[in-house]
């Protein structure tokens, strides 16, 4: 028997490289004071609907959906973000702010395999929680920079590329954009450098929108001098 197309195995020496990167992300995040937390691996799908729209939902492993309407309707954790919001939510007067929490799950994903990226993977979350100063955005960089050292690389191996999510919805909105549609919108322009411009065109046209719109907003960014704030009114 055969593993399905897009997990693995962690044979001894695999499992140990495996935990290697995970100590080292854990090591790192306590040193800024992060807390590990966790949740569940089979969360509602409701919570994902609400948060990510249709991209998402149709690249999820469903659970226990059977046609009794009564029965769970679950899904293989996608990402964390909606579970970190529900338990927050759920328990925020417990926790002193800024709540500094991280966590290194597996996660499941019905998508094309792609190099690099399976069906089941691990990643690094970090979240600042009730801090709304830059000053978490810098603390965050600064972690991510950290990361990569803890391995041994330098400032010859990586450069640090930074986007607002303010700067992209003041442009999407300028440009005739809906609040509803911004996920998907996001979505899109996350991949614009790597998929072909065609594809982006087409994906982005109900929008009226073009690849080389969007791409000449990036370099525009990338040309705006050092004090400029892309969430500023300048």
């Known amino acids: 028997?055969?593993?399905?197309?897009?997990?693995r195995d962690f044979y001894p020496d695999d499992c140990a490289r495996r935990n290697y990167i995970l100590t080292k992300w854990r090591e790192?995040?306590?040193?800024?004071?992060?807390?590990?937390?966790?949740?569940?691996?089979?969360?509602s799908m409701a919570l994902y609907e609400k948060k990510s729209g249709g991209e998402l939902v149709g690249q999820m492993f469903t659970v226990g959906a059977t046609a009794d309407p009564g029965s769970l309707k679950g899904?293989?954790?996608?990402?964390m973000t909606p579970t970190l919001a529900r338990m927050v939510t759920a328990r925020e007067r417990d926790f002193?702010?800024?709540?500094?929490?991280?966590?290194?799950?597996n996660?499941?994903?019905?998508?094309?395999?792609?190099?690099?990226?399976?069906?089941?993977?691990?990643?690094?979350?970090?979240?600042?929680v009730g801090e709304p100063t830059p000053a978490a955005d810098a603390e965050l960089i600064a972690i991510l920079i950290d990361m990569l050292r803890a391995f041994g690389l330098t400032e010859a191996d990586f450069a640090v590329r930074l986007s607002s999510r303010t700067a992209w919805q003041q442009f999407f909105i300028q440009s005739g954009?809906?609040?509803?549609?911004e996920y998907e919108f996001f979505q899109i322009v996350d991949k614009a450098e790597r998929n072909p411009p065609e594809k982006t065109d087409e994906l982005l046209r109900k929008f009226n929108?073009?690849?080389?719109?969007?791409?000449?907003?990036m370099r525009q960014a990338r040309r705006r001098p050092r004090n400029w704030c892309p969430w500023s009114k300048a």
Do not use: S
């Open 177 to 181: 954009g809906k609040p509803e549609d």
């Open 209 to 217: 929108l073009t690849a080389q719109a969007v791409l000449d907003f």
């Open 107 to 128: 996660f499941f994903r019905h998508e094309r395999q792609g190099r690099g990226r399976l069906r089941e993977f691990y990643q690094l979350n970090c979240d600042i």
């Open 1 to 7: 028997m055969q593993t399905l197309p897009g997990f």
């Open 75 to 79: 899904v293989l954790r996608p990402e």
């Open 28 to 43: 790192v995040a306590r040193r800024y004071g992060f807390v590990e937390y966790d949740g569940p691996v089979v969360e």
């Open 96 to 105: 002193k702010k800024p709540m500094k929490w991280f966590c290194v799950p």
